[in-house]
T-cell receptor, first 116, second 116 residues
Framework: AQSVTQPDIHITVSEGASLELRCNYS??????LFWYVQSPGQGLQLLLK??????LVQGIKGFEAEFKRSQSSFNLRKPSVHWSDAAEYFC??????????????FGKGTHLIIQP | DSGVTQTPKHLITATGQRVTLRCSPR?????VYWYQQSLDQGLQFLIQ???????AKGNILERFSAQQFPDLHSELNLSSLELGDSALYFC???????????????FGPGTRLTVL
């Protein structure tokens, strides 16, 4: 069965600084990987996804993620964070191509705090 | 706004009771997924319906059931409620059956269930 580990429960970053959120996955075949963001009281919004091809994936809001098969990682990055980026970030892996087979498996999430 | 709607937004009920959560998928989406988000278990996939039929099952309790109607909206029924069922319940939808490469899941705002 697939699993996702987000090793950092909380991360604090100063506004304008760069950000990297870590995600490690376990899956027997080629994974389909996603990053979602959840703002307080909101649902989950898709930031980006990786299915195949270029290992560097661009998403919305200036985020990008890099798939590294050798490290079983799919870390999320942003060169300069804004106060509005404060939220909960979830990494997920899908068994089926779109994650529909058995649904998405989510990590526990990383809570991002932005310092002024 | 993802286009997925969920009602009600909040629900407070007592142990032993039964509740129904409703989800309307994005226009044209055929699959509906249900997830539970709790502090101790995180985000867990419960069940998927595709075009009216059950497609995939996750960690859904026997006390819980779901269905998808001909107009593609879905309902999640929770019965014999326990304190531990208090959680945020998300619905997501996708265009296809979940196995297509581009079949991304879009999440609704969730229903917060409190069992007293």
């Amino acid at each position: 069965a697939q699993s996702v580990t987000q090793p950092d429960i909380h991360i604090t970053v100063s506004e304008g600084a760069s950000l990297e959120l870590r995600c490690n996955y376990s899956y027997g075949a080629t994974p389909y990987l996603f990053w979602y963001v959840q703002s307080p009281g909101q649902g989950l919004q898709l930031l980006l996804k990786y299915f195949s091809g270029d290992t560097l994936v661009q998403g919305i809001k200036g985020f990008e993620a890099e798939f590294k098969r050798s490290q079983s990682s799919f870390n999320l990055r942003k060169p300069s964070v804004h106060w509005s980026d404060a939220a909960e970030y979830f990494c997920a892996v899908g068994a089926g191509s779109g994650g529909g087979a058995d649904g998405l498996t989510f990590g526990k999430g990383t809570h991002l705090i932005i310092q002024p | 706004d993802s286009g997925v709607t969920q009602t009600p937004k909040h629900l407070i009920t007592a142990t032993g009771q039964r509740v129904t959560l409703r989800c309307s998928p994005r226009s044209g989406d055929l699959s509906v997924y249900w997830y539970q988000q709790s502090l101790d278990q995180g985000l867990q996939f419960l069940i998927q319906y595709y075009n009216g039929e059950e497609r995939a099952k996750g960690n859904i309790l026997e006390r819980f059931s779901a269905q998808q109607f001909p107009d593609l909206h879905s309902e999640l029924n929770l019965s014999s409620l326990e304190l531990g069922d208090s959680a945020l319940y998300f619905c997501a939808s996708s265009p296809g059956n979940g196995r297509g490469v581009l079949d991304t899941q879009y999440f609704g705002p969730g229903t917060r269930l409190t069992v007293l």
